[in-house]
């Protein structure tokens, strides 16, 4: 048995101690116990990292057969990119349980045990090497994220949670149909009666070309729900308006990767119908991009705003893995893993400011930045990684997807800069209004950052800077899975 098995396992345990745990002298003795299983996993997310070789395949494996009947197998391990995903889910679970007190106060245990139960089941998806167990864990995150919207979240969470719930489930139905059509091809050719992707992808490789098109066209549509593309997104505003904090951070940081992550594995199992795409996947990616960021130049409401520039953002990702190119789709793993940083940042310190104000709108909050200059430091460096400056995290994936884009499609991918553009102007704008305007509240003050919330914020700002001055490390790691995507 390898050891990514403790990647799953140690969360569901942490998830049973936090329900025997005291609640000590200040009733937060369930979140101190989930703050340090979360670290555990953390620690191990990170040496398993350190230790990967890049380009020797998949490691850590643990390899069980499960469901004979169908020869679904429990197929675990950890290859360059899986290893990322598995750090990234890791850090961004930690951050978000340090940003409890600041952005919720107190919470209970059962918000804490759904909370461990929802990083197991993210990386249960990212580790999964059978297609079967990958659309396992991938419905099973529907469930902890469900109740973390549905009991914690503001006043319309009852729509939010059903909204998330009913997109993805859709979606996830048409991604089942394809892998069914997939797994019954393999079995029809003789090459393995399972659901283990290494043996899809062979079959695949000699399958009508029109199968391939339907296998296509299914997984991509379900992971499309995910990431999301226009104009799959409409779950996403509401559920990040309505989300507690801690949950937005996992939504946008880490639950939108699966998607992405997905479309590389996809990419891995029918290139060909990739290749055939490809300039549907350039539109799609387009319209993501510019439409995600006219949506977040128009919001008044923070958290929306944030959501709707995730949405912009992750079309680089689709841009990147549509490219076909070891340099585009390298760059569509670093952009993953910036802006989750970028986002969990950003969403800790709106949390931040709606808990003392009880106000998300950027017009109400005008000036609230100018007292406090913890905030309005990590604020402002957030919100140039998010345009993408030189020298911080979001330049780089950005520009290693536009030259693969290049390289694939030719001058038209220069259609991007209009969300490049947008995408500075809105966070010029925020930066205006919070940090640089008079205040439009008389009494209204922002108490500057504790310790705690700095705890949570500085490592994610610290990472913003040293990813975009020194990238290889990251790009590196996802290096060794790519060169199976080229043309």
């Given at each position: 048995m390898?050891?990514?098995?403790?990647?799953?396992?140690?969360?569901?345990?942490?998830?049973?101690?936090?329900?025997?745990?005291?609640?000590?002298?200040?009733?937060?003795?369930?979140?101190?116990?989930?703050?340090?299983?979360?670290?555990?996993v953390?620690?191990?997310?990170?040496?398993?990292?350190?230790?990967?070789?890049?380009?020797?395949?998949?490691?850590?494996?643990?390899?069980?057969?499960?469901?004979?009947?169908?020869?679904?197998?429990?197929?675990?391990?950890?290859?360059?990119?899986?290893?990322?995903?598995?750090?990234?889910?890791?850090?961004?679970?930690?951050?978000?349980?340090?940003?409890?007190?600041?952005?919720?106060?107190?919470?209970?245990?059962?918000?804490l045990?759904?909370?461990?139960?929802?990083?197991?089941?993210?990386?249960?998806?990212?580790?999964?090497r059978?297609?079967?167990?990958?659309?396992?864990?991938?419905?099973?995150?529907?469930?902890?994220?469900?109740f973390?919207?549905g009991?914690?979240?503001?006043?319309?969470?009852?729509?939010?949670?059903?909204?998330?719930?009913?997109?993805?489930?859709?979606?996830?139905?048409?991604?089942?149909?394809?892998?069914?059509?997939?797994?019954?091809?393999?079995?029809?050719?003789?090459?393995?009666?399972?659901?283990?992707?290494?043996?899809?992808?062979?079959?695949?490789?000699?399958?009508?070309?029109?199968?391939?098109?339907?296998?296509?066209?299914?997984?991509?549509?379900?992971?499309?729900?995910?990431?999301?593309?226009?104009?799959?997104?409409?779950?996403?505003?509401?559920?990040?308006?309505?989300?507690?904090?801690?949950?937005?951070?996992?939504?946008?940081?880490?639950?939108?990767?699966?998607?992405?992550?997905g479309?590389?594995?996809?990419?891995?199992?029918?290139?060909?119908?990739?290749?055939?795409?490809?300039?549907?996947?350039?539109?799609?990616?387009?319209?993501?991009?510019?439409?995600?960021?006219?949506?977040?130049?128009?919001?008044?409401?923070?958290?929306?705003?944030?959501?709707?520039?995730?949405?912009?953002?992750?079309?680089?990702?689709?841009?990147?893995?549509?490219?076909?190119?070891?340099?585009?789709?390298?760059?569509?793993?670093?952009?993953?893993?910036?802006?989750?940083?970028?986002t969990?940042?950003?969403?800790?310190?709106?949390g931040?400011?709606?808990?003392?104000?009880?106000?998300?709108?950027?017009?109400?909050?005008?000036?609230?930045?100018?007292?406090?200059p913890?905030?309005?430091?990590?604020?402002?460096?957030?919100?140039?990684?998010?345009?993408?400056?030189?020298?911080?995290?979001?330049?780089?994936g950005?520009?290693?997807?536009?030259?693969?884009?290049?390289?694939?499609?030719?001058?038209?991918?220069?259609?991007?800069?209009?969300?490049?553009?947008?995408?500075?102007?809105?966070?010029?704008?925020?930066?205006?209004?919070?940090?640089l305007?008079?205040?439009q509240?008389?009494?209204?003050?922002?108490?500057?950052?504790?310790?705690?919330?700095?705890?949570?914020?500085?490592?994610?700002?610290?990472?913003?800077?040293l990813?975009?001055l020194?990238?290889?490390?990251?790009?590196?790691?996802?290096?060794?899975?790519?060169?199976?995507?080229?043309?």
């Open positions: 390898g050891a990514s098995v403790l990647l799953l396992g140690l969360p569901i345990l942490g998830s049973i101690a936090i329900i025997f745990a005291p609640a000590g002298n200040d009733g937060r003795g369930p979140l101190w116990t989930a703050i340090a299983a979360a670290g555990v953390l620690a191990t997310a990170l040496i398993m990292a350190l230790r990967i070789e890049s380009g020797a395949g998949v490691q850590y494996v643990t390899n069980i057969a499960w469901i004979t009947e169908i020869g679904v197998q429990f197929h675990i391990g950890l290859d360059g990119l899986t290893a990322l995903m598995t750090l990234l889910t890791a850090l961004l679970s930690v951050a978000a349980l340090v940003a409890v007190p600041g952005t919720m106060g107190k919470v209970n245990r059962p918000f045990v759904w909370f461990l139960l929802l990083e197991a089941t993210v990386m249960g998806v990212f580790l999964a059978d297609w079967f167990l990958f659309y396992l864990f991938w419905e099973l995150a529907l469930i902890p994220m469900f973390l919207i009991v914690w979240g503001g006043q319309r969470r009852a729509r939010a949670a059903y909204s998330f719930f009913l997109y993805t489930l859709a979606g996830s139905v048409v991604m089942l149909i394809g892998l069914m059509a997939a797994y019954l091809e393999a079995t029809a050719q003789g090459i393995a009666h399972g659901f283990e992707m290494s043996v899809i992808a062979e079959a695949m490789q000699s399958a009508p070309a029109s199968l391939q098109v339907f296998v296509f066209i299914c997984v991509f549509a379900g992971m499309a729900v995910k990431v999301p593309v226009v104009p799959l997104h409409g779950w996403l505003p509401m559920a990040h308006v309505e989300a507690p904090v801690p949950a937005s951070i996992m939504l946008s940081g880490i639950l939108l990767k699966m998607g992405g992550y479309m590389i594995r996809l990419s891995e199992m029918v290139p060909g119908a990739f290749q055939m795409f490809g300039s549907a996947v350039l539109v799609l990616g387009l319209v993501t991009i510019i439409y995600g960021a006219v949506l977040a130049f128009r919001q008044d409401d923070l958290k929306a705003m944030i959501a709707y520039s995730s949405v912009s953002h992750m079309g680089f990702v689709v841009l990147g893995i549509g490219s076909m190119t070891e340099i585009g789709v390298r760059g569509a793993a670093v952009q993953m893993f910036s802006h989750g940083l970028v969990a940042a950003l969403f800790a310190l709106v931040v400011v709606y808990a003392q104000t009880h106000s998300r709108s950027l017009i109400l909050s005008s000036g609230i930045g100018r007292g406090s913890r905030f309005a430091i990590l604020m402002t460096l957030a919100l140039l990684a998010s345009m993408g400056l030189p020298g911080l995290s979001g330049f780089v950005e520009f290693q997807v536009l030259m693969g884009g290049y390289e694939r499609w030719g001058q038209s991918v220069a259609i991007a800069g209009i969300g490049i553009l947008l995408v500075t102007a809105y966070s010029l704008r925020v930066f205006r209004r919070l940090i305007a008079p205040s509240r008389e009494g209204v003050v922002l108490r500057d950052l504790g310790a705690l919330d700095l705890a949570g914020i500085v490592p994610l700002a610290i990472l913003m800077v990813l975009g020194f990238p290889s490390p990251i790009a590196n790691l996802a290096a060794g899975v790519l060169p199976a995507v080229q043309p």
